[in-house]
Every structure is written in C-alpha cells, then in structure tokens.
C-alpha cells in the first residue's frame, strides 16, 4: 500500500484547504482511512477518520470545520479544511489500516493501529 498526499501549503487564518491523499495498492475491501496532524513538539494526533462502511469520526478541535471523504474511483481521500486557525498548523498525514474492523471512533486517537502511513504534507495557518 502506498500513500500520497498533496495539497498543504500556507494559508491565512479564515481560509481553506483540500488535501488529498493518492492510494494505491489498497485490495482489501474492509479498510479505514484517516488523517492525522503532528504539530513541532507535540504529539501525532487523529483529525478525521473513516471506515469502509462509510462512517466517519472527526476529532472535538475539527468538527465542523474539516471534512473527510473519498472518491473510489480516483482511488483518493481528501480532508476539506475550512476556517483554518494558527491552531491547525501541523504536517498533516494520512494513514491507511485493514484486517478486523474497529469502530471508527476507536482508530482515530490509536495512531499505532494503522499500518500504512504517506509521507506527509505541511499546512502553515498564519494570523
């Protein structure tokens, strides 16, 4: 499995961004995606998560704001991030896992559970 993102870059605070994450690789038909962020200093933490079944958990600091989705066609997730703050400033990454299903509430504050992982992409929030 191989993931690919794109779409960071350095915004003002009030704008958006879509990232999008190519995948490739990915056979098996139960799956999760998700999207993280490591902040300098911090810890990685889960920003929006999705399961093959369709069902989605964002974290507390995103929802509203941010949406994760995927196109099967173009083998692509993405995560709309709009009314961005200095807060989001982070690599954001996203992350892949199959196997047995855990409830997508669960995978989003577990990064270990996912195996497959991109290389990340900066998103830079100034005031």
């Known amino acids: 499995v191989q993931l690919v993102e794109s779409g960071g870059g350095s915004v003002q605070a009030g704008e958006s961004l879509r990232l999008s994450c190519a995948v490739s690789g990915l056979t098996y038909s139960r799956y999760s995606m998700g999207w993280f962020r490591q902040a300098d200093g911090k810890g990685r933490e889960g920003v929006a998560a999705l399961n093959s079944d369709g069902r989605t958990s964002y974290a507390d600091s995103v929802k509203g704001r941010f949406t994760i989705s995927q196109d099967n066609a173009k083998n692509t997730l993405y995560l709309q991030m709009n009314s961005l703050n200095p807060e989001d400033t982070a690599m954001y990454y996203c992350?892949?896992?199959?196997?047995?299903?855990?409830?997508?509430?669960?995978?989003?504050?577990?990064?270990?559970?996912?195996?497959?992982w991109g290389q990340g992409t900066q998103v830079t929030v100034s005031s």
């Open positions: 992350a892949a896992r199959t196997g047995v299903r855990v409830a997508v509430t669960v995978i989003l504050f577990h990064p270990y559970l996912f195996g497959y």
